[in-house]
């Protein structure tokens, strides 16, 4: 690992400092460092910071009878990778916000990049690589044998998580989490599932460098690399960036 990137960033120009003040490295950034993880079961690690409150939000929801489960939580630089060449190489199949999978044959190199993005993150540029974003589902409310798909029906109105949807609505800001991409804003789709932890998050929304991860991409092993670096900023300001921000009764301390 370089020297160069373990510098420590303390941000404390936010309103939501109060409490977690993580030493925000740009490891943690990029998603090249695991030591601000704990781990909570299976294959699932979450920031250590957020720990405890995500424990109150779920023994709160299973007070009302919905069994919170994280499908996935902290991802490394490299599993993130592996996500993006998976599918710029047509290993996985990408699939439109209708949820139809699309052909990537048909598609330029820059069209296939935005195709990916609505639902992939760049590797680098992932909220999972700070620990403090979560995937999260109802196991209970699921049929046995459901394969879980994280698309946006299975939490609505019709789907088999709306339960799960008006419940983290109504109580998710009482333990510190919101939903960044609440909303589809033209650049990441609608995720129902996805939840940050506002106390962590908007530290590292507010550490993070382009250039660190320029620099990172650019000596990795990343597909359709050349037309990425070229339209990184293009990409920053579509997707990277363009979150929801949490609503203001999100509690923080
Ligand atoms: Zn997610």
């Known amino acids: 690992m370089k020297t160069n ?3 420590t ?7 939501h400092t109060s409490k977690n003040i993580a030493q925000v490295s740009f490891d943690q950034l990029l998603g090249k460092t695991e ?24 023994a709160s929801a299973r007070l009302d009878g919905i069994e919170i489960k994280v499908a996935s ?3 490394s ?21 209708a949820g139809d999978i699309i052909n990537p044959e048909l598609l330029t190199p820059l069209e296939l990049i935005h195709s990916i993005l609505l639902y992939s993150a760049l590797p ?12 999260v589902y109802a196991p209970n409310l699921l049929a046995d044998g459901y394969q879980l798909q994280l698309e946006p029906w299975e939490y ?3 789907g088999p998580l709306v339960k799960l949807s008006i419940w983290l609505n109504k109580h998710a800001h009482k333990f510190g989490f919101y939903f960044p991409y609440a909303i589809f804003k033209g650049g990441v789709a609608h995720e129902p599932w996805h939840l940050s932890y506002l106390p962590l998050a908007t530290q590292y929304q507010h550490s993070f460098d382009l250039e660190q991860l320029s620099k990172t991409l650019m000596t990795s092993v990343l597909l359709g690399k050349e037309v990425i670096i070229n339209n990184l900023d293009d990409i920053a300001k579509r997707y990277i960036n363009n979150v929801c921000s949490a609503p203001s009764n999100v509690i923080i301390e």
Do not use: P
């Not at 960033?9 to 936010?14: A, D, G, M, V």
């Open 35 to 58: 030591q601000h993880l704990c781990h909570l079961y299976d294959n699932v690690f979450i920031h250590q910071g957020m720990k405890k409150d995500f424990e109150s939000l779920v």
């Open 73 to 75: 939580g902290f991802r």
């Open 156 to 158: 609505n109105e019709h």
């Open 5 to 7: 990137t373990t510098n």
């Open 77 to 97: 630089f490299d599993r993130q990778l592996l996500i993006w060449n998976n599918k710029f190489s047509g290993k996985t199949s990408i699939k439109n916000a």
């Open 124 to 135: 680098g540029a992932s909220r999972h690589h700070w620990g403090c974003d979560i995937d």
């Open 9 to 15: 960033t303390n941000t404390t120009n936010t309103d």
